[in-house]
């Protein structure tokens, strides 16, 4: 493992690939690789690009890659495919080969699938996207299907977050609304050549003027036609104003503290999970307890009671 | 609350409602709720239906309601809609409306959604099936629209689960292989009178050939055309082979018994997750530790095994 650490600082893309798998399976010691590099995290930029199937995600990832190469700039890009046991994960995967096939090393394309839970996405992924960061990429894009609730969780990893969204998709803004105002930093209409373009753009500025924000960022709307690269270079300029402005704010480095909280926060849950369920003897005593018709809950706060009882000294 | 269990008991639809309402919001007194109708719960059967966008699922639920009911059984149908930002949530709940017009009170439909963690949804899924199945429903089926990894843990919720497939639907069993196995009991090919349907039924039955599970049931193929009510009168038999086979191998009392476990070890997680970054100080000391620039795995482990130490007497 140190060896494929050393490998990783000198640049070498392989040892980075294998260090996400690692960390994608939870091997033995990815905690500990990933607190190895964890001082050299916080130089990338994370940008998550989210939108209903169809919305054209991948072409304005494509094209956001080509400026910021253009720019200097090296890319990686995460695409997160929420496995449903209907398409086995190939949502995305087929297009990510493709696209891996730019004989560029300062690009970085990587699909990540789980068959697990959610929550084991949202943490891999804010692991993987550390691995990038460490890495050197300064651009990481972390692009997902928008079909489930894998966007939110995989969102909260990001700095900024691009909702794109598409005329004619059958999906008005009142039917989106539910979340969209929480996660989007960014609004993007791409297809915007389309003749309901303009309605579109007209009822999500309607929506951010009923709903307020926590934060006073007004998230601008941005037009593209991705597919001829029209309105990406505006995007560009769109997420750098944001980042400057959420910089000067305090709030960028505010989310990417709470970023980490719960980074920390679901890996003890993670570990106590193993203390309680595998290692205690809590589940034998559920089991037995079960077989005795006593209640689920009661049970639950009985051993949360215990718990809590012999913390009393420890917190 | 102890009025609306009494109105539940006395067989008050409404009530009923309520108290689903209350344990999907995670209310005060849920818990001591679902302990208190828990004694009266074991006697209905649960019945998954999940499957692809487009297979059919409503109408197959629709047909088994109705054969149901004219075998004299009582039905509780729960739709569970995982929502996403960009639905809105509103993949069934039209459906399932229009549903509700019939006047049946012993038929009762019931569509619910979270925004919240797909954890969440199962944990509501269970106690809702549980009210449900206290308040007398013999049959209950939960639906669930096959986009996300929802349906695996809402499917685990189940005694059977019917996974229902359509020919000519673009999916291949081939793309959909991860994950279908572990998860059907019963496959159902709907839609039949497609001349694609018998490569399906093939491709359906190979794949059982090279996939053992880890009992000894092997899933029926039932063949329907849901629309005109065919094969659903099969699918009823098939169900009911199901349960006896696999009451009478122990299975079913097996699979209960799990449920139940998962069903404490999720709330004992809850509960751990409130005392601990909530009631405590160990939110606090996250923080600081993470302002001094201190790994995430390294605070996480800390924290973990002070919970170690201080349980060592508690087990």
Redesign the interface.
């Known amino acids: 493992m140190d060896s494929l650490v050393e490998r990783f600082r000198s640049g070498d893309r392989r040892a980075l690939a294998r260090l996400i798998t690692r960390a994608e399976n939870r091997s033995p010691g990815f905690?500990?690789t990933?607190?190895?590099i964890?001082?050299s995290t916080g130089r990338g930029f994370r940008i998550g690009v989210t939108?209903?199937p169809g919305a054209g995600k991948s072409t304005i990832v494509d094209g956001l890659a080509a400026a910021f190469r253009a720019a200097g700039d090296s890319v990686a890009v995460l695409a997160i495919d929420?496995?449903?046991?209907?398409?086995?994960?190939?949502l995305l995967g087929d297009r990510i080969r493709m696209r891996c096939t730019e004989d560029d090393s300062n690009i970085f394309v990587r699909s990540m699938a789980t068959?697990g839970?959610?929550?084991g996405l949202a943490r891999a992924t804010v692991d993987a996207a550390d691995l990038l960061d460490a890495f050197g990429y300064k651009q990481i894009m972390i692009e997902t299907v928008?079909?489930?609730?894998?966007?939110?969780?995989v969102m909260t990893a990001s700095d900024v977050v691009l909702v794109i969204l598409y005329p004619g998709g059958g999906?008005s803004v009142?039917?989106?609304?539910?979340?969209?105002m929480e996660?989007a930093d960014i609004f993007v209409v791409n297809k915007s050549d389309h003749p309901a373009a303009d309605r579109l753009v007209d009822d999500i500025e309607q929506m951010l003027e009923l709903r307020a924000r926590r934060d006073a960022w007004r998230p601008p709307v941005v037009q593209c036609v991705a597919t001829e690269r029209r309105g990406i270079a505006e995007l560009v300029l769109r997420i750098e104003n944001y980042k400057s402005a959420r910089e000067a704010a305090g709030d960028l480095a505010a989310r990417r503290?709470e970023r980490?909280?719960a980074?920390?926060?679901r890996?003890?849950?993670e570990?106590?999970?193993l203390?309680?369920?595998e290692k205690?003897?809590?589940?034998d005593y559920?089991?037995r307890e079960?077989?005795r018709?006593r209640?689920?809950?009661?049970?639950?706060?009985e051993?949360?009671n215990?718990?809590?009882?012999?913390?009393k000294?420890?917190?």
């Not at 929420?82 to 190939?90: D, I, K, L, N, V």
């Not at 209640?295 to 706060?301: D, F, G, H, L, R």
């Open positions: 905690a500990e990933l607190d190895a964890y001082g939108g209903p929420p496995t449903s046991p209907f398409t086995g994960g190939a068959r839970s959610l929550g928008g079909v489930g609730q894998a966007e939110h969780d999906d009142q039917a989106m609304k539910a979340g969209l996660i503290r980490r909280e980074q920390v926060r890996a003890i849950e570990e106590l999970a203390l309680l369920f205690s003897g809590f589940q559920i089991t079960l077989d018709r209640p689920p809950y009661a049970i639950a706060a051993v949360v215990l718990i809590k009882n012999s913390l000294h420890a917190i």
